[in-house]
């Protein structure tokens, strides 16, 4: 369950640019922009270890974030809406914050997570248990929102599927999905064969006969064909 609340200062951006966001990151700040509730949006900069730290919590990237601007006295509760990694590093490079009222309902997309799968007669005998969907979006008040869900995968057997649907209710979220979209899978696996190309080969050279003539051109030395050598 989200239900965290963590006080993030951050610093308003006064220049915009890349130049400038590489300033920052190089200072440990991340660049970002907070989007308020009928407000235009404010360009922000959050220092990397203060929201590292607040998003590693119980809640992850589900917490509620108190977040002050720097030289104001009011609180800002808002959710992280979006991010941009460096994708080699895998380091933030941008954020954006949305603020929202905890008496409202919001979106968001939490991860699904599988249970019991050494536990599946299905996988204990030779199937390929797969997970087909890992995220699930999901209609909550901003402090209800689950930071993962929990699918029970221990009575699978060979063949089975488990949908949206099979997911258990949880009390004040809605799932937003189709509830037939297909969560897992155990599958029978795949029979290695043999190469019809190996297969074709090796027919031939059990049944492989010599070609017509064959028998009776080998080693017929001196037989006056043409491109033989006489005398």
């Known amino acids: 369950m989200a239900g965290e609340r963590i006080k993030l200062e951050v610093s308003t951006r006064e220049l915009l640019g890349s130049r400038e966001s590489r300033r920052?990151?190089?200072?440990g700040l991340i660049?970002?922009?907070?989007y308020g509730t009928g407000v235009e949006p404010h360009a922000i900069a959050v220092p990397e270890r203060d929201l590292r730290k607040?998003?590693?919590?119980?809640?992850?990237?589900?917490?509620?974030?108190?977040?002050?601007?720097?030289?104001?006295?009011?609180t800002h509760p808002s959710i992280l809406k979006d991010y941009q990694q460096d994708p080699l590093?895998?380091?933030?490079?941008?954020?954006d914050l949305q603020e929202v009222r905890l008496d409202r309902p919001i979106t968001a997309t939490v991860t699904v997570v599988l249970n019991g799968a050494e536990d599946s007669p299905g996988v204990r005998e030779g199937g390929a248990l797969s997970q087909v969907a890992r995220?699930?979006?999901?209609?909550?008040?901003?402090?209800?929102?689950?930071?993962h869900v929990e699918l029970d995968v221990s009575g699978m057997a060979m063949g089975d599927s488990l949908r949206l649907s099979d997911l258990p209710p949880w009390e004040g979220v809605t799932f937003l999905d189709d509830p037939e979209t297909v969560l897992a899978t155990v599958t029978v696996p795949m029979r290695e064969e043999e190469p019809a190309e190996a297969v074709a080969e090796g027919e031939e050279a059990e049944g492989e006969?010599?070609?017509?003539?064959?028998a009776e051109g080998e080693g017929a030395e001196g037989s006056g064909e043409p491109g033989t050598a006489e005398g």
Not at 24 to 27: A, K, M, S, V
Not at 135 to 147: G, I
Not at 209 to 214: F, H, T, Y
């Open 31 to 34: 660049p970002g922009i907070l």
């Open 209 to 214: 006969e010599r070609p017509e003539g064959a």
């Open 89 to 95: 590093r895998g380091k933030l490079v941008h954020i």
């Open 54 to 74: 607040a998003l590693t919590g119980s809640s992850g990237m589900h917490t509620i974030l108190d977040v002050v601007v720097a030289g104001t006295d009011s």
């Open 24 to 27: 920052l990151r190089n200072q």
């Open 135 to 147: 995220e699930v979006n999901v209609e909550a008040l901003p402090m209800e929102v689950p930071e």
